[in-house]
T-cell receptor, first 112, second 113 residues
Framework: DQQVKQNSPSLSVQEGRISILNCDYT??????FLWYKKYPAEGPTFLIS?????DKNEDGRFTVFLNKSAKHLSLHIVPSQPGDSAVYFC???????????FGTGTRLKVLA | DVKVTQSSRYLVKRTGEKVFLECVQD?????MFWYRQDPGLGLRLIYF???????EKGDIPEGYSVSREKKERFSLILESASTNQTSMYLC????????????FGQGTRLTVV
């Protein structure tokens, strides 16, 4: 029972264009959402987060959008750079349990 | 900077061996986690701990146990390693608030032969 889903295993984008990574969740108790970036043979590093009381959070080139009614969030990267090539995981947490539930990841490739 | 350190980057163990994976964090975080990462399956939670000597099962606890005797250290134990436990193991820690990010270690690539 996958509570957090990333339905696109991979995505290729030209350098300078926008990358949009999507994530869906099923548990309406989730109230905090995060995006992580992971390079091979390294641990995930935190990128950006959003609380369920907001619908948008921006940090430099990264913006996360949350649509609670659709149980959907997305990460926008503008402009995309070759160094952004990595696997991106979305995650969700429920303040009552403190657990982080991760999606299956999307491999982003930014083409120079 | 928050630092989460896993004791080994790479390990090769034989089937049936008892395996210990150690994790230490230096930010006085209450919560600590063990995940495994497998292709196509993402990060799956094995166990987590919200306080010293406290532990809760995650989504895939079978074949694993954990120990948290001190706040900064969280150990994952494979009682009898099997080939299907070959994976990347990731330790993480976070504050108790439930809001905010989890910080990850560099990972341990375990191969069971």
């Amino acid at each position: 029972d996958q509570q957090v889903k990333q339905n696109s295993p991979s995505l290729s984008v030209q350098e300078g264009r926008i990358s949009i990574l999507n994530c869906d969740y099923t548990n309406s108790m989730f109230d905090y959402f995060l995006w992580y970036k992971k390079y091979p043979a390294e641990g995930p590093t935190f990128l950006i987060s959003i609380s369920s009381i907001k619908d948008k959070n921006e940090d430099g080139r990264f913006t996360v959008f949350l649509n609670k009614s659709a149980k959907h969030l997305s990460l926008h990267i503008v402009p995309s750079q070759p160094g952004d090539s990595a696997v991106y995981f979305c995650a969700a947490s429920d303040a009552g349990t403190y657990k982080y539930i991760f999606g299956t990841g999307t491999r982003l490739k930014v083409l120079a | 900077d928050v630092k989460v350190t896993q004791s080994s980057r790479y390990l090769v163990k034989r089937t049936g061996e008892k395996v210990f994976l150690e994790c230490v964090q230096d930010m006085d975080h209450e919560n600590m986690f063990w995940y495994r990462q497998d292709p196509g399956l993402g990060l799956r939670l094995i166990y987590f701990s919200y306080d010293v000597k406290m532990k809760e099962k995650g989504d895939i606890p079978e074949g694993y146990s954990v120990s948290r005797e001190k706040k900064e250290r969280f150990s994952l134990i494979l009682e009898s390693a099997s080939t299907n436990q070959t994976s990347m193991y990731l330790c993480a820690s976070s504050l108790s608030s439930g809001v905010g990010e989890a910080f990850f270690g560099q990972g341990t690539r375990l191969t069971v032969v």
